[in-house]
């Protein structure tokens, strides 16, 4: 049966590209990590960085219990692809949780967290950016990855007490599970696609048989860095699934998002609120009307800076395609792929990906 972690083992990475280094050891920024000035992964001076948009306008906070939240939703996946949402149901207590073990994971010493080190051909682990081999510096960046469940790493980690860890790890996806497929329904439903194209959602959790989105859970830690400005956090990407809904876990700002005749534009944490941007799948899905936006992270000298992000995706074998809207007569930008064929081909190709299913 094909699986999400099938689709990346067919392109298995180098342990070079797998190995965080040793964040808490250096006093400078090596070689290995110093990016170019006029690189930078997408990153420009700080003078060039807004808080809002030329227009005056900043990443959108959206209730979701405001009347108006269907288009208010609809709206900033076509203008900014992003936007921060409050009153989501995801109680504080379960944020500050996922929050605690998060840090409590990146806070041991770097041989500990070596233990639970992912292996070349894994997804779930610890390790360096999965874009990582696309660039020619690395990042200042470590990250674990959960596909279901961690127990298998954390128990390496914590013999006696990875319980803990990984039954909020568990509640905390079901969660965002839950939010993620009302916040497709009301994306949807926003350009009057009808629900019944989220196919695979109609089946009841509880049913073992119906299909399986494909879901993650990856969790970042940015460590304070000696020289920022030629320090880069997560270089500028776009994320690959249908949605990401992403809990920015301290007030460190860190995160910034490319705004479309503006410029890059920081994204304000604020409290409570989580993120939400459309990834690859729903760009397709969408026929290019919703944004698959560019974001990246910039680090900082002092704090530490983690963040939970959950991805969303349909089940692996599901064909994406532009879904044609009522009374559109509007030729589809993309040919149709399943979920495997699109993730192998960006673990292949990154950025090139979408290129190759284009029409145009
Ligand atoms: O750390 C962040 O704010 C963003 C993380 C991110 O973009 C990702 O995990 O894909
Ligand atoms: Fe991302």
Request: overall charge neutral; charged content about 20%.
């Amino acid at each position: 049966m094909a699986t999400l972690s099938g689709a990346y083992r067919k392109t298995p990475l180098h342990p070079r590209h797998i190995i965080p280094i040793d964040f808490q050891s250096l006093k400078h920024v090596p070689e290995s990590h110093s990016w170019p000035s006029s690189d930078h992964g997408g990153l420009v001076m700080r003078s060039q960085l807004l808080e809002n948009s030329d227009d005056g306008a900043s990443l959108p906070v959206i209730d979701l219990g405001d009347p108006d939240a269907l288009i208010l939703v609809g709206r900033a996946c076509e203008e900014w692809g992003m936007f921060q949402v409050t009153n989501h149901g995801i109680s504080s207590s379960l944020l500050r949780d996922v929050e605690s073990e998060t840090r409590r994971f990146f806070s041991l010493p770097a041989k500990e967290k070596m233990k639970a080190l992912r292996s070349p051909g894994d997804v779930s682990g610890y390790g360096v950016a999965r874009i990582t081999p696309f660039f020619e510096k690395f990042m200042w960046h470590e990250g674990f990855t959960i596909l279901g469940s961690p127990v298998e790493h954390t128990r390496e980690l914590w013999p006696h007490g990875y319980q803990r860890f990984c039954e909020v790890m568990e509640v905390y996806q079901k969660r965002m599970k839950e939010l993620a497929e009302r916040l497709l329904v009301v994306i949807l439903k926003s350009v009057g696609i009808r629900e019944e194209c989220m196919g695979w959602s109609r089946f009841p959790a509880a049913r073992h048989d119906g299909p399986t989105p494909c879901t993650a859970l990856q969790l970042n830690s940015y460590p304070p860095c000696p020289d920022p400005a030629r320090a880069v956090g997560l270089a500028a990407h776009t994320d690959s699934f249908l949605l990401t809904v992403l809990h920015q876990a301290s007030s460190i700002h860190g995160l910034q998002v490319l705004k479309e005749g503006t410029g890059w534009v920081r994204v304000v944490p604020v409290d409570g609120a989580l993120v939400v941007n459309v990834g690859d799948m729903l760009h397709i899905m969408s026929n290019g009307r919703f944004r698959n936006v560019r974001h990246r992270v910039v680090v900082n000298q002092t704090g530490h800076r983690m963040s939970i992000a959950y991805f969303y995706g349909p089940p692996i074998d599901y064909q994406i395609s532009p879904v044609v809207q009522d009374g559109s007569s509007c030729p589809g930008r993309f040919r149709p792929v399943t979920v495997q064929e699109y993730i192998e081909m960006k673990a292949k190709n990154l950025e090139g990906a979408i290129s190759r299913i284009s029409e145009t």
